[in-house]
DNA sequence: CTACCGATATTCT
DNA sequence: GAATATCGGTAGA
């Protein structure tokens, strides 16, 4: 396991290191290329920043377990959660490149674009087939399984996370620079502007 | 490529 | 009641 990241690290270094590695669910494996990494109570951006609830408890749980949450009522996401027990932390796995179960993802998403079966968090989950029954599991044992990554560094580029209103601004999404299957960045509608201008009175 | 819109669970006000 | 870690459709530059 020399080269398998250490998940109990600060959340913004673990989770440059998950790509490269490669998520698999039965027959369909996927080769992750965009991450994001969410923290606990200095995070506005993510679940856990109120402490815990019904649902964003397990993020302060053990390292290397799946947290599937759904995303706008319907979309499932996926996160491997990081860090120590009673510090909430977890990596979002936001795209991916099939690399196994081509034929499987096909008759999941038919008619979808090569390097559009698993760009973006929903669509990750879709393409491996994983739905919130699999919330908790262990990746290193159970059915969904991360799995070593090659054994060289990959490298990364970083920049602000998608979608957020909170803590628009922290870079902390992680990708493979020139993966095609790198989804685009979509600021979120009510996030403050980059540059402090004054407010129009 | 951009912009808007609707679907809708969990959480907060 | 309203916001949100999204997506797929449609429309347009």
């Given at each position: 396991m020399s080269d398998w990241p250490d998940l109990l690290g600060p959340v913004e270094e673990v989770a440059p290191r998950l790509l490269g590695a490669v998520l698999r669910h039965g027959p369909v494996a996927v080769r992750l290329v965009e991450v994001e990494a969410y923290g606990g109570s200095?995070?506005?951006?993510?679940?856990a920043f109120r402490g815990p609830t019904p649902r964003s408890s397990?993020?302060?749980?053990?390292?290397g377990r799946l947290y599937c949450y759904l995303s706008y009522g319907m979309h499932v996401c996926l996160n491997v959660v990081v860090g120590h027990e009673g510090e909430a932390g977890a990596v979002l796995l936001r795209a991916g490149e099939v690399v196994d179960g081509h034929d499987e993802v096909r008759t999941r998403r038919?008619?979808?674009r090569e390097r559009d079966l698993a760009r973006g968090p929903a669509l990750l989950s879709r393409a491996l087939g994983?739905?919130?029954?699999?919330?908790?599991?262990d990746l290193a044992s159970g059915p969904v399984r991360l799995e070593r990554r090659a054994s060289t560094d990959t490298a990364y580029a970083a920049g602000p996370r998608v979608?957020?209103?909170?803590?628009?601004?922290?870079?902390w999404r992680f990708w493979v620079p020139?993966?095609?299957?790198v989804s685009a960045y979509r600021r979120h509608p009510?996030?403050?502007?980059?540059?402090?201008q004054p407010d129009v009175s």
């Open positions: 200095d995070d506005p951006g993510s679940h397990i993020m302060f749980g053990q390292a038919p008619g979808a994983i739905d919130l029954a699999s919330n908790g599991a979608g957020l209103r909170g803590a628009a601004d922290r870079p020139g993966s095609p299957q009510r996030a403050p502007d980059l540059a402090n």
